[in-house]
C-alpha cells in the first residue's frame, strides 16, 4: 500500500497501454486540477511506444508530484480491470478516479465530483458531463468534435433498454442543453468515473472489483448492476466536464452497423458479445428476465444471427469462451447475492420506454 500514514481523500488510478498519442494532455490535465488532495497512481500495461518516458517526463517536471504518484510498469498486458484492482488494492483513499487515458479533465472536475458526493451517502459513484473530442492532425493538440459550432456528447452516464443493451447517455447528440440538469442515472462511463471505496468493497467478488475475467470491456456496465442490486445511487453532474476521445461508436443505424463493427479489432467483438451475456447472468434476476423475454431475446438472437453470417470465426471464439468462463460466472452471481439489497424488478425504472 503506498502513502498509507497520510491517505489523501481521493487517488486517481491511471491505467496506461499504448498511450502515447494522449496521455501529455490527460497528465497535464491532471497537475492542473483545483483540487489537489490526491495520490496519483500510474500502472502501465506494457507499453510498446513511448508512454512511460512520457509519464516519466511529466513526473520529474512536476516535482510536487515526488511524494504523491507513484509509477508500476508491467512486463505485459494485464488488462483494464486487473491493473484498475491492484490501484484499488494498493491505495487506501475514501474515492477513488479511474481514470482513461484518452480522457482530458477540466480543472474543476474533481472538485464539483467530491463536493457533491460528500453531501449524499447513498451515491456510490458519480461523473461529469463528457464531450467527444479528437486529436487535431494539424496542431498535434485537442479539440472538441464539432458541427455547426455544436460541441458533441460523449455520455451523460448510461441508459439501459428493455433488452439490456446498455448505452451513453447522449452520446453522438449534439450538446444543446438538455442534460444540463444533475440527476441520478442507472449508472456512469468508465472513463472517468468517481468511486466511494467502501461501496466498491460491498460488492466485490473474490475480492474483485472490476471483473478480472472481463479483461477489458463492459466492466463499468457490470459494476453498474452491481452497485444498482446493493443499494447504491449513480450521479451524473454536468458542472464538471471532461472530454473523451472515443474513436469509434457504433450506430443505430443498420446501414453503418457492419462498417463501423468492422473497425473494432476482433477481441473486442468476441469480449463484447460473451461479456454482455455475464453482466446478466452475474446481476439481473431470471422473473426479470422474463418479463421482457420478446425484447431482450429477440436483441440477443439478432446479435447471434449476425455473428453467424458475417463473423462466423469470432462467433465460434465468443461461444467457447462463454461456456469456458460460464461456471466462473454463475459462481460469482451466488457470492454477490449476498450484496443485493435491492430486487431487480426495482431497477426497471431505468428501462428506457
Not at 245 to 265: K, P
Request: one cysteine or more; glycine letters at 6%; charged letters at 20%.
Amino acid at each position: 500500500m503506498f502513502n498509507k500514514q497520510a491517505a489523501p481523500a481521493l487517488t486517481i488510478s491511471l491505467v496506461t497501454h499504448n498511450g502515447q498519442r494522449w496521455l501529455p494532455y490527460c497528465l497535464a490535465a491532471v497537475a492542473n486540477q483545483i483540487y489537489q488532495d490526491f495520490f496519483f497512481l500510474i500502472i502501465d500495461n506494457g507499453s510498446l511506444d513511448n508512454t512511460v518516458a512520457i509519464i516519466k517526463d511529466f513526473l520529474i517536471k512536476n516535482p510536487e508530484f515526488k511524494n504523491r504518484s507513484r509509477l508500476i510498469q508491467h512486463k505485459n498486458n494485464i488488462g483494464f480491470a486487473r491493473a484498475h484492482n491492484q490501484a484499488i488494492a494498493w491505495t487506501d483513499s475514501k474515492y477513488i478516479l479511474l481514470l482513461n487515458q484518452d480522457v482530458k479533465l477540466s480543472k474543476f472536475y474533481l472538485a464539483t465530483l467530491i463536493k457533491q458526493m460528500a453531501k449524499q451517502p447513498t451515491v456510490a459513484a458519480a461523473s461529469g458531463k463528457l464531450i467527444r473530442w479528437v486529436l487535431s492532425a494539424a496542431e498535434g493538440g485537442l479539440e472538441a468534435s464539432t458541427t455547426l459550432g455544436a460541441e458533441y456528447l460523449d455520455s451523460a452516464g448510461l441508459v439501459i433498454k428493455k433488452t439490456r443493451r446498455v448505452m451513453e447517455r447522449g452520446g453522438g447528440q449534439p450538446d444543446t442543453g438538455q442534460y444540463d440538469k444533475a440527476s441520478l442515472v442507472f449508472g456512469i462511463s468508465g472513463a472517468a468515473p468517481i468511486y466511494k471505496r467502501s461501496a466498491l468493497l460491498a460488492v466485490a467478488s473474490d475480492w474483485e472489483i472490476l471483473d478480472e475475467d472481463f479483461f477489458s470491456y463492459k466492466e463499468d456496465v457490470d459494476l453498474a448492476w452491481r452497485l444498482q442490486r446493493a443499494g447504491y445511487e449513480a450521479f451524473y453532474l454536468p458542472e464538471a466536464v471532461a472530454y473523451h476521445d472515443r474513436s469509434l461508436v457504433l450506430s443505430d443505424s443498420w446501414r453503418n452497423y457492419r462498417l463501423t463493427r468492422r473497425q473494432r479489432a476482433p477481441v473486442w467483438r468476441i469480449y463484447s458479445w460473451s461479456n454482455h451475456l455475464f453482466v446478466l447472468l452475474k446481476n439481473d434476476g431470471w422473473f426479470n428476465l422474463l418479463r421482457d423475454l420478446p425484447w431482450w431475446l429477440g436483441y440477443e438472437l439478432a446479435k447471434f444471427f449476425y455473428m453467424l453470417l458475417f463473423e462466423p470465426i469470432l462467433l465460434k471464439k465468443a461461444v467457447s469462451r462463454f461456456f469456458y468462463l460460464l461456471p466462473t460466472i454463475l459462481r460469482k452471481r451466488k457470492i454477490l447475492r449476498q450484496s443485493w439489497q435491492r430486487p431487480s424488478g426495482q431497477l426497471r425504472r431505468w428501462w428506457l420506454k
